[in-house]
């Protein structure tokens, strides 16, 4: 049987499996038991199901820890189907021994979304009061919405700002809910966002200063894979969003931008 013959309740149980003996190099029964509510029969035929489609060398079972063992040469799964994250995987089997540091839920309000972007379906503009940042004032304002981006935290509106002449991101929970939100027509068609258009390459080597040891260190933990700089291509608009990302202007940063040749 292939194993897109397999359902997919248990092409996801399998590929769980493959995940354990990956990242944490063991698994049982249980550990499908315990994520999937399953039986512990059917635990046993999954489990007989991922040996009979595991490519050598099969993990082994141990008696004393009563669990099965990956070997250092384990390859797992040829055609494993989704994967669950790593992350997951991991904490699973940590359990209480697990914990991670807590993250602000960035908001976005859904009614000024369906705004923002209804506006930009329509391809018109609309009238916002936004709050700003450096300023600290709320100014009401036309704006075009064109497109959107994710900076991994938060969404933004790429628009074209009739009040300062130029392309701008806008988020949406800085625009006021006492926004009249009216909408016209373009009075004319917008210039090219040059910006949002151009591609950019940017090239990031260990931070200077680092000792060899070091170095070698900040290449095997970002995936350098044997090269001297990890190239990475995005828009010019969303080059900041990527400095501010890896941290890459803050003091203890084992990452910078490598001078461009």
């Not at 923002?116 to 700003?132: H, K, P, T």
Request: hydrophobic share 35%; with cysteine; glycine share 6%.
């Amino acid at each position: 049987m292939e194993a897109q013959d397999l359902r997919r309740t248990v092409r996801s149980r399998l590929a769980y499996l493959d995940q354990c003996f990956r990242w944490r190099g063991q698994a049982n029964r249980s550990a499908l038991t315990r994520k999937f509510g399953i039986s512990p029969a059917q635990a046993a035929v999954d489990f007989r199901e991922y040996l009979a489609r595991c490519r050598e060398p099969l993990p082994l079972y141990d008696t004393v820890r009563k669990t099965y063992v990956a070997s250092d040469r384990h390859l797992g799964l040829e055609d494993p189907g989704e994967l669950p994250p790593m992350l997951e995987v991991i904490a699973d089997g940590a359990a209480e021994r697990f914990d991670e540091l807590p993250m602000p839920e960035r908001q976005c309000p859904a009614a000024i979304m369906r705004h923002l972007y209804q506006a930009m379906d329509r391809g018109v503009r609309i009238e916002i009061d936004y709050v700003s940042m450096s300023s600290g004032r709320t100014t009401s304002q036309w704006i075009a919405p064109a497109r959107i981006a994710y900076d991994g935290e938060r969404l933004h509106f790429r628009a074209w700002s009739y009040r300062h002449g130029e392309w701008r991101d806008y988020l949406p929970v800085r625009v006021s809910e006492a926004s009249s939100f009216a909408t016209e027509p373009l009075p004319e068609p917008l210039p090219t966002d040059v910006e949002w258009e151009t591609m950019v390459r940017v090239a990031l080597r260990p931070r200077s200063g680092l000792s060899p040891e070091q170095r070698q260190a900040a290449r095997d933990e970002y995936g350098f894979a044997g090269q001297d700089a990890l190239v990475l291509e995005t828009r010019a608009a969303l080059a900041f969003y990527l400095d501010r990302r890896w941290g890459l202007d803050l003091p203890g940063s084992r990452l910078e931008r490598a001078p461009d040749d």
